[in-house]
């Protein structure tokens, strides 16, 4: 295993262009821009759809759309249409983060009790408070299901990216494909990997804090641990 | 579109014949490989939650990356097709032995009891009672895994052997947008196709959810 690449502090120093640290942080860039137009456009959506119900048959059927589109085709097809640039990149990789997003928003508000979302309304609270109040952050485990395979799904896509031009880790992996440069190729994949796990665990971690505690039974099982009378 | 594709019809073909093959080989190894990874999470209940850590971690390495550390792993060479065969083999293993296991836990106490009561040893129980009753589980998780293998097949064209993905490739060089979109309509009509065959198998092989569904 050649990891002469990956362990050359040359390669690791921030300020130097196409360092690993700088191709990491662009890489994070565009993942974050691409995360957050997809989830401006498909929240709304499917919050609309769950709370309203129209539209269900779009919000059923985009995450099985999503997943069959190629992403290389699609990114390859962009950059063909609408020449090379970020802003096709871009636009590729917000669309793969739309279908997840919007099937799981759905998904989320549709998987919890009517039964709840009458009580709500019978205290009270007016439609924005019952989707705001009750509905979303009771959809929120599953919303942050498919927001964390829209977030692996853009850091994967966008290695493949630098393959239409785009910068980011991708670089490292297709410039040394072309150079057969195999250490960088190297290099490169495993700083990916690394980012999409260490990436996969925190977004874990944010979903556990921002989660209501009363709705993954963390909040039941501290009570039922005070001694019972 | 219909132009490119009868001038070009050997070539489209050819990749879309690598392409089944490269997409569904790692379907049959992972089914192959994550049924009785799955019972040994079931089996074994200590060793379910380390079995779902350790594929989430495999899944959610990029494709790509997968692609070209696999050759480091297991000794083969960068450019082979083998490399995009077992990564998508991984990737079907780490969504599939979660979903058999979660499967056969979905199924009722009650009916396993029934069963051994019935005088069913564990075997026969297995693939007589609990597979069949998980059958809907395992096969939602068998249709995931097959359509974004389908999809991500393509991503090894920028290893030199991506089926349908070598028109993608082609059609960038050339700056073209027909090849492409024969591509991308294609990788979806062969997605769709697979994942309506799984559809129809459920429906054959749990002919009781439609009897119970008719009834209500």
Known sequence: MDSSYLFDPEHWDPGAAGSIPQLLLSHLGYSALALLFGTLIALPVGLFIGHTGRGSFLAINAGNAGRSLPTLGLLMLMVTLLGLGLTPVLIALTVLVIPPVLTSTYAGMRSLDASVVDAARGMGMRPSQVLLRVEFPMALPVLMGGFRSAALQVIATATVAAAVGLGGLGRLLIDGLALNDYSRVLAGAVVVAALAIVLDLLLGLIQRSIVSPGLTGRAVRTRRAAPAP | ?216
């Open chain 2, 1 to 216: 579109m219909i132009d490119y594709l009868q001038r070009n019809q050997e070539l489209v073909l050819e990749a879309l014949g690598e392409h089944v093959v490269l997409a569904l080989l790692p379907v049959l190894i992972g089914i192959v490989v994550s049924l009785p990874l799955g019972y040994l999470g079931v089996r074994f209940p200590r060793l379910y939650q380390p079995m779902v850590n350790v594929c989430g971690i495999l899944y959610s390495i990029p494709s790509l990356a997968l692609f070209v550390i696999l050759p480091v792993v297991i000794g083969t060479k960068v450019l082979s097709p083998v490399n995009i065969v077992v990564a998508l083999s991984i990737y079907t293993v780490a969504l599939l032995a979660r979903t058999v296991a979660d499967g056969l836990r979905s199924v009722d106490r009650t009916l396993t009891d029934a069963a051994t009561a019935m005088g069913y040893r564990r075997i026969r129980r297995l693939f007589g009672v609990e597979l069949p009753l998980a059958l809907p589980v395992v096969l939602a998780g068998l249709r995931v895994a097959t359509v974004s293998n389908i999809s991500l097949v393509s991503v090894g064209a920028l290893i030199g052997v991506g089926g349908l993905g070598a028109l993608f490739t082609r059609g960038f060089q050339l700056f073209y947008a027909e090849p492409i979109i024969v591509g991308v309509l294609l990788s979806v009509l062969l997605a769709g196709i697979a994942d309506l065959l799984i559809v129809l198998v459920q429906r054959a092989l749990t002919p009781w959810a439609r009897l119970s569904a008719g009834r209500v």
